[in-house]
């Protein structure tokens, strides 16, 4: 199982940012999958889920109306829209597949003026 994230970067505050993680070694489509993030200093936090049946979401409060996560089967990729960045936001984001515990190597993303 591998994940690999990328779209990170350095963003003004109001601006935004996509994320993709791209899945291999595992049949993607069937899995549910998450975006993650850790700030310096503080736990990794769940930030938005989405469900391999009907694609149903789930957002942390402090993203709600903000983030949008999305998913291409096709492409073995899930998504974070990121809009309205926030110096809160800034942290480590992670691609995380429940079922096999696996973790991307993660993307930074720095929101400053």
């Known amino acids: 199982v591998q994940l690999v994230e990328s779209g990170g970067g350095l963003v003004q505050p109001g601006g935004s940012l996509r994320l993709s993680c791209v899945a291999s070694g595992f049949m993607f489509s069937r899995h549910d999958m998450s975006w993650y993030r850790q700030a310096p200093g503080k736990e990794r936090e769940l930030v938005a889920d989405i469900l391999s049946i009907g694609g149903s979401t789930n957002y942390a409060d402090s993203v709600k109306g903000r983030f949008t996560i999305s998913r291409d089967n096709a492409k073995n990729t899930v998504y974070l829209q990121m809009n309205r960045l926030q110096p809160e936001d800034t942290a480590v984001y992670y691609c995380?597949?429940?079922?096999?515990?696996?973790w991307g190597q993660g993307t930074q993303v720095t929101v400053s003026s």
């Open positions: 995380h597949t429940r079922f096999f515990g696996s």
